[in-house]
């Protein structure tokens, strides 16, 4: 059996080529067109990993499995070479088999070898600024991608023995799945466009089992209706019925008619239901560092950017101390319904809906600016401390683009938040230091103003060069690798001559002296608070009471409260949580606050959660610590 299996894979040698030139071909436009080592796991799993799934993805895996399995059988009997294999001394079932398992062996072999490469293009790019590398998703993927070509591979088997019919039959198929999914939002377990659809929990990758099981079994009906089909069937030579010219062209006309149909389906959906090709002309702007590319819509916004952009670049660039600029490529077409921007080595997304003001979209790249000089000038190591680093990754950008772009209004909202949550929830520079612990019992946004509010005390203390000389001193060479993140801190400062316990001292003042200039009435606390169920409805209510915090006098109601629930979300949005608004009722000591949330977005009994509320109009939430709630 394991030398007729070698036997058939050496018949596939010349599919093997096919799909092999179609990868080879794929990473030479990859590195082409953009540099190898600044692809991160975000950008590599961008819209393969995104929730749900993608009629085009998996139209594209079943062609390549369809066009393997049609090339086992109907080639063997049409050149009568299926006779010489039922003259060996083996069965037809171990003939069947023997195809079969090295097709399947062949089609994981070009998924192994992909996931391969892009496992090696990820870690030559260690940085990203938090786009970390998630192995648990990474196998995943691959084992399901496996599983699927069998299952699509078993499909083409059976649908061989049709010929050009049987691809004409699954054709009509993907074209009613994707009729059907657009008009009914979903075609349920029984399509294998559900086989590759993801959930989350967290940053786990949870595949659909139950529509993986279905198919597997019906995968295995398939073969085994295809065995009996096949091992019944002569070669050309030895019975077999030749078919007439008139039916061959009439196949043919079929075939090519459905196939057409299938491609301008395709183009449309590659042209109008995902991208922005479809929807939106992008332009492109050049400056002498930047290159810009732009919603056409968005004229007046990018002329306002372009102004200030290399103004702006070469005030970061003082402040850094950096002398060499490094050229950036942004992207301002992209759409986030969690982040403003995001920069990689390099490279910068921009969302320009994210704010209504240009002057905050000017600000924005500001920021996403500096995370691509702190890439460049600490030569990632940044991205080899990040749980050290968070804080100041995040509070440098939001400390350098305040200082280029000033906003002061949003600055000081920001750092009144800052303040509050820094003395009531007694945050330290050990949270700060410590990304998971930190995310898991206070608000991650804090990273922001919190290290904005740090990198202050830190450039007062240590002197307006200290960021710069940071960032080279931790890229510099022969540094210690893997330190604990405290000893990091002081092995990295001490390179320049700057004294930590200094910086802590004077921010913790500077935190007092903010704290104690913050209108205290704004930020009420939450007291008497209820998790239950409503047996009616099913849902999870949470009444709580908003009262003036004990360094006030009177409350002033939020115009909006809100619950966040962690850890709970199955979504893609892996780490966004889901919040629901609550409603508030006055009362004389203060107001009753009800929230209600969906019970189907609480994983069990018990769960955590965190009430939030706008201290003003505008402002960001504040967020008191995560709760525990039992149902």
């Known amino acids: 059996m394991v030398r007729l299996i070698f036997k058939e894979a050496r018949q596939l040698w010349p599919i093997a080529g096919l799909w092999l030139a179609v990868l080879v071909l794929n990473y030479a436009i990859q590195l082409a067109t953009e540099r190898f080592d600044e692809q991160t796991f975000t950008g590599w799993c961008e819209g393969y990993c995104d929730y749900n799934s993608s009629a085009t993805i998996i139209i594209f895996t079943a062609l390549i499995a369809l066009v393997t399995a049609y090339s086992l059988f109907p080639r063997e009997h049409d050149d009568a070479t299926i006779d010489f294999l039922r003259a060996l001394p083996i069965s037809r079932r171990s003939v069947f088999i023997a195809k079969v398992f090295a097709a399947w ?19 030559t790019n260690p940085e990203s600024i938090g786009g970390r590398f998630y192995p648990q998703v990474w196998t995943t993927l691959l084992w399901r991608d496996c599983l699927v070509a069998f299952i699509i591979l078993s499909h083409g088997v059976l649908l061989s023995w049709f010929r050009t019919i049987g691809l004409l039959i699954y054709a009509i198929y993907l074209l009613a799945l994707m009729w059907a999914e657009s008009a009914l939002g979903t075609t349920g377990v029984w399509s294998i466009l559900s086989l590759l659809s993801n959930e989350y929990d967290g940053s786990t990758l949870i595949v659909d089992t139950r529509a993986l099981s279905i198919h597997t079994g019906v995968a295995f009906l398939a073969l085994f209706i295809a065995y009996h089909l096949w091992s019944r069937t002569d070669s050309s030579v030895s019975g077999a019925k030749q078919a007439t010219l008139g ?48 919603p056409a819509a968005r004229e ?12 702006d670049y070469a005030a970061l660039g003082e402040l850094l101390a950096v002398p060499d600029l490094p050229n950036i490529r942004v992207d301002l077409s992209a759409q986030s319904e969690h982040a403003a921007g995001l920069a990689t080595w390099k490279k910068i997304q921009m969302d320009l809906n994210a704010f209504s003001a240009d002057v905050s979209q000017r600000r924005v790249l500001s920021h996403e600016t500096t995370h691509v000089l702190q890439a460049v000038e600490s030569d990632r190591a940044l991205s080899r401390n990040y749980g050290a680093v968070k804080f100041f990754i995040e509070g440098m950008a939001q400390y350098t683009s305040f200082e280029v772009v000033p906003e002061e209004a949003r600055r000081q909202s920001n750092w009144a938040l800052a303040a509050v949550s820094w003395k009531r929830q007694n945050i330290e520079f050990i949270d700060l230091i410590d990304e998971a612990g930190f995310t898991d019992q206070y608000d991650p946004e804090l990273h922001y103003s919190l290290g904005d509010l740090w990198t202050r005390a830190f450039v007062s203390s240590c002197g307006p060069e200290a960021l710069g000389d940071f960032l080279r001193a931790s890229g510099r060479e022969g540094a210690v690798q893997n330190l604990p993140p405290a000893i990091f801190w002081r092995d990295t400062t001490r390179q320049f001559d700057c004294d930590l316990d200094s910086v802590n001292e004077l921010w913790r003042s500077q935190m007092q002296t903010l704290y104690e200039s913050v209108q205290q009435s704004r930020f009420p606390v939450y007291t008497d608070v209820v998790a239950s169920v409503n047996e009616a409805t099913g849902q999870v209510v949470i009444n709580a009471k908003l009262v003036a915090h004990e360094s006030a006098d009177a409350v002033d109601l939020p115009d909006r409260v809100i619950v966040r629930i962690g850890a709970s979300s199955t979504r893609l949005a892996a780490g966004v949580d889901p919040v629901y608004r609550g409603q508030v009722t006055q009362l004389a000591d203060g107001a009753k606050v009800s929230f209600t949330v969906p019970r189907a977005a609480i994983d069990g009994n018990r769960f955590r959660y965190q009430l939030g509320l706008t201290p003003s109009d505008g402002s960001r939430y504040y967020y008191e610590s995560w709760r525990r709630g039992s149902l």
């Open 105 to 123: 062996g062949l089609l994981c072999l070009i998924n192994v070898l992909s996931y391969g490469l892009d496992a090696f293009l990820l870690s």
């Open 247 to 294: 039916l061959k062209v009439f196949k043919g006309l079929l075939s090519f008619s459905g196939f057409a149909i299938l491609a301008l389906v395709l183009a449309y959906q590659v042209g109008v239901g995902t991208g922005s090709a479809g929807t939106q002309s992008l332009r492109v702007a050049t400056t002498e560092h930047y290159r810009f590319v732009y």
């Open 300 to 311: 007046d916004t990018m002329q306002y950017i372009l102004e200030y952009a290399e103004s």
